[in-house]
């Protein structure tokens, strides 16, 4: 009885991979009808593995990962804007308004460059920061160039204009004399003087120069030498002056004038 089991076993198994074999035709299983009714089980469980020797063992492979490619920041370079700079051709005077009613504060001097933070087109002035110290101050724009974006600067209004008053009066009044005596056609001495001064005022209109209290000069504003020629007596008596020159300097404005300042020369 084992052996007719044993036999229909090996045939159905055989069968079974007949049918999978390429290029056979289908072979009919054998039917186990001629085995006994108290082993259906173990037929079934003969069948299931043989089918599961059959069929290829399919693992899924992993989806392959596309990796994502990284974001590149993207730097955008914001200019900086210029800064607007002054520079002027001719030494100008910056001042606390736009003309010469407001006081002097000081100049721009050429090759000297100074931030130029708004502008005053009515009378064509910048506003610039005061050089070498806090604050602003008004630079007039006849001699000034300005390098640098200006399109963003504000306008300024001009401040209320000072009451005036007169200037203070200059300082360290010098004057030089060199003679050289001359026999023709007259015995007399040529006299070549040189003056200096030192600029005490901030708000002067310019200075005036006399000699032998006659103006023989009118002077811009911060002007500090002047120089001068004239004649002197070349012969004088015994116990009389030696003949002399007197000049004097004052500035003015505006509002008035200064105290004169005076100083008496002689040739030797």
């Known amino acids: 009885m084992n052996q007719k089991i044993i036999a229909s076993i090996i045939i ?10 390429p290029g056979q035709a289908p072979t009919t299983p054998a039917t186990a009808t001629n085995l006994p009714d108290d082993q259906p089980d173990l037929i079934a469980t003969i069948t299931a593995q043989a089918l599961t020797i059959q069929a290829p063992s399919q693992t899924p492979l992993p989806p392959s990962e596309t990796p994502t490619p990284e974001s590149t920041a ?26 010469i009613q407001f006081d ?3 100049a721009l001097n050429v090759g000297q460059t100074a931030e130029v933070v708004g502008k005053y087109q009515n009378g064509a002035y910048w506003i610039i920061k005061t050089p070498g110290s806090s604050g602003n101050c008004w630079l007039w724009g006849n001699y000034a160039t300005v390098t640098g974006n200006t399109s963003s600067l504000p306008e300024f209004p001009s401040p209320p204009t000072p009451t005036p008053y007169p200037p ?7 004057v030089d004399i060199a003679c050289t005596v001359q026999f023709d056609p007259i015995y007399i001495n040529l ?42 007596a070349a012969l004088w008596l015994i116990g009389n002056p030696k003949p002399s020159v007197t000049y004097a300097i004052e500035a003015f404005n505006s509002a008035g004038k200064s105290s004169k300042i005076e100083k008496t020369v002689s040739c030797p």
């Not at 203070?168 to 010098?174: M, R, V, Y």
């Open 191 to 232: 006299v070549e003087i040189s003056m200096t001064w030192s600029d005490e005022a901030t708000n002067e209109s310019g200075y005036r120069v006399y000699r032998n209290e006659t103006l023989i000069a009118t002077l811009e504003a911060n002007t500090t030498s002047m120089g001068d020629n004239t004649t002197l």
């Open 74 to 99: 993207t730097i955008t370079l914001t200019p900086t804007p210029e800064v607007p700079m002054a520079s002027v051709s001719v030494n100008t005077n910056y001042r606390t308004g736009p003309n």
């Open 104 to 106: 002097l504060i000081g």
């Open 168 to 174: 203070l009066a200059p300082k360290n009044f010098k």
């Open 12 to 21: 159905l198994t055989l069968a079974t991979f007949a049918c999978s074999l």
